[in-house]
């Protein structure tokens, strides 16, 4: 079983670590391995994300979340 994480959520945690702590870049990475990419959701989903309450910048994260979500079972 593999921990499924959206592109954007990847980008978000590369642009925070890198800068602030250079060393675990690489610690990063390798998690990374053992993780499954999902696809980016799409504008329906970030839009429904955001109704919620969410910012903006966190809504293709549930987005899509919400958008696998009826396949990850």
Known sequence: MKLLVSPH???????????????KVEDLERLLQEMR??????????????????????????GAAYRRMPTCW
């Open 37 to 62: 990419m999902m696809e980016e959701c799409g504008a329906a989903e970030a839009e429904w994300a955001c109704e919620l309450g969410l910012p903006l910048k966190d809504a293709p994260i549930l």
């Open 9 to 23: 959520w990847v980008e978000e945690a590369r642009r925070h670590i890198a800068p602030k702590h250079p060393e």
